[in-house]
């Protein structure tokens, strides 16, 4: 399943930090003085304390943001930011067309946006100064930011379920990376993949807001009693089904046929992969209650998503090598020195025993481990077993020890032949599973909470390809099952649970994964309310 490839891509960065990169600072940090304090005619290269002092007088609406905007030059030497040789750079230009198109679908309000307007219209006959349009820019960048990172408070994220409170980036975080961005230094390129997702997401909004306006998003007949539709069969439904697949971008063209042809063929299994779903060329009753979900809904589904875009990590700025799990397209990618290396199937919590999100280190790699039953498993499910067999324990291969009950190492061991430790307080982790066959299912909810990894071995190896000790005979060795072999990983691998409904691919393909824990709802239902507060 290759749903979740562009997760890969999830290292955090504010949306212009690849821009900034590429700005002289050797220019920018040749410190300047002596300038007119309103309007300069003197030297508007220059924006120091006094200027940017008479700018929030002047511009009052700004006020509140006037400690980041110093903060911003003063990181720069007090250069001008926007400008380079008395013209707006190329950056510049970037920031105007992100704010002009966070108009569209997001409510982001900027002000002095008919100020803005009048430095990028070269038929206005009155502008800003060089020096008030550089600050500006540089108060619309921090409010733009502002909103890419922050998203809603510590209560509602709370409320929401999605991320926990104490790993909300704090206003002080997004600040600081916010600076960092602006002062940081060139680095080579493709070294570390960036995080753009809120901008492919909002991308997304407007193509398929155009679809809406269109009109072209028409409903698919559903015959009853319903038959699976398969290759070579012929129907109105079959047509409409190829009409949806084009406005999707699944199909190039729409013949409107109604005979499943093998173009038609090939748009289906190209749906079902972006989607996460199960890949044949049979178009379930399910398949078509998804393609027949209202488009406000898709919509809706990507306001949301960029929503939980503002909670991101603030540790992937910096990280080169780490694992993310998406839950809902149960998919997991390893990422090493900032290229994919690995991609594999996961199968994650149970409704009732949901899978934490959250992120944290993978301290321990455990070959052929030990599996302590937890105490809610044994009180709920094993103890009426035990009592009514009494050898039970002996022929799942488990022995008491000290009061619990452990299952001993194996091929049968319900962690499999390898585990990752990663300290957390829900004591959940990724494991191996002898159950390999619940990975072909598409919803794959069935564990305790811990996530369970199809290529567990893999895994494994691609973690310590850089620990010579660990050749594949000694990983193959210590997977045997005999006896369980830890090592402490003397470099701790990062690791993020998230939860994204939607996903946009590096190649534009929108993904909408099952909301599989019904979080969508919660969230939008806050967003909703605020929306609301904030309008009355």
């Not at 080579?188 to 407007?206: G, R």
């Not at 934490?356 to 044994?378: A, C, D, M, R």
Request: hydrophobic content about 35%; charged content about 25%; glycine content about 4%.
């Amino acid at each position: 399943m290759k749903t979740l490839y562009p997760i890969a891509i999830i290292v955090v960065t504010s949306l212009f930090i690849s821009s900034f990169n590429t700005l002289d600072k050797n220019e920018i940090n040749k410190k300047r003085t002596s300038v007119d304090t309103s309007i300069s005619t003197k030297n508007d290269d220059v924006v120091d304390t006094e200027i940017l002092n008479d700018f929030f007088k002047r511009y009052t609406d700004l006020k509140q943001y006037q400690n980041e905007v110093i903060s911003l030059y003063k990181n720069r030497s007090y250069g001008t930011i926007w400008y380079e040789n008395g013209k707006i750079t190329e950056l510049g230009k970037v920031l105007y067309t992100k704010i002009s198109a966070s108009q569209e679908g997001v409510k982001i309000e900027i002000p002095y946006r008919t100020a803005i307007d009048q430095i990028f219209n070269l038929k206005a006959t009155e502008r800003p100064s060089k020096s008030d349009s550089d600050m500006l820019l540089s108060a619309a960048y921090i409010i733009y930011v502002k909103n890419a990172f922050t998203g809603v408070n510590a209560e509602t994220v709370k409320k929401s379920g999605w991320l926990l409170p104490k790993q909300k980036i704090a206003q002080k975080t997004a600040n600081d990376t916010l600076t960092a961005a602006v002062a940081s230094k060139p680095v080579a390129e493709n070294k570390v993949v960036k995080f753009d997702q809120y901008n492919k997401l909002q991308s997304a909004l407007k193509k398929y807001k155009k679809i809406e306006q269109d009109n072209t998003w028409t409903p698919i007949t559903v015959e009853t009693p319903y038959k699976d539709i398969r290759p070579d069969a012929k129907s109105v439904t079959i047509a409409q089904i190829r009409n949806r697949l084009f406005v999707m971008g699944d199909l190039q063209n729409d013949s409107k046929s109604d005979f499943y042809d093998q173009e038609l063929m090939d748009g289906v299994m190209k749906y079902k992969l972006r989607n996460g779903l199960k890949p044949n060329y049979i178009i379930s009753e399910a398949n078509i209650k998804d393609l027949n979900e209202p488009i406000q809904e898709k919509i809706k589904k990507i306001t949301i998503n960029m929503e939980r875009c503002k909670e991101i990590y603030p540790t992937l700025l910096t990280d080169t090598e780490y694992i993310m799990v998406n839950i809902p397209s149960f998919e997991l990618v390893y990422v090493k020195n900032g290229k994919i290396e690995l991609v594999s199937k996961v199968f994650v919590g149970a409704p009732l025993t949901k899978t934490t999100i959250f992120n944290g280190n993978i301290e321990k790699v455990v070959f052929s481990p030990y599996w302590t039953v937890p105490q809610s498993i044994v009180d709920n499910e094993l103890k009426m077993k035990i009592a009514s067999d009494p050898n039970y324990l002996a022929e799942h291969n488990m022995e008491m020890v000290n009061g619990q009950v452990r299952q001993k190492p194996g091929i049968e061991n319900s962690l499999g032949l390898v585990k990752f430790i990663f300290p957390n307080p829900d004591d959940i982790y990724m494991h191996d599973t002898p159950a390999k066959t619940l990975f072909d299912f598409e919803q794959r909810t069935f564990s305790h909470g811990c996530i369970n990894v199809s290529k567990a071995k893999e895994l494994a190896i691609a973690m310590l390809q850089d620990y010579p000790e660990w050749t594949a005979d000694r990983i193959d060795k210590a997977m045997d099952g005999s006896a369980e072999t830890t090592f402490k990983l003397p470099n701790k691998v990062p690791i993020y649970i998230t939860y994204f409904t939607t996903w946009v691919k590096e190649s534009g393909e929108v993904s909408f994964f099952q909301d599989v824990y019904d979080r969508d709802g919660d969230l939008n239902e806050i967003l909703s309310t605020e929306e609301s507060i904030a309008n009355n």
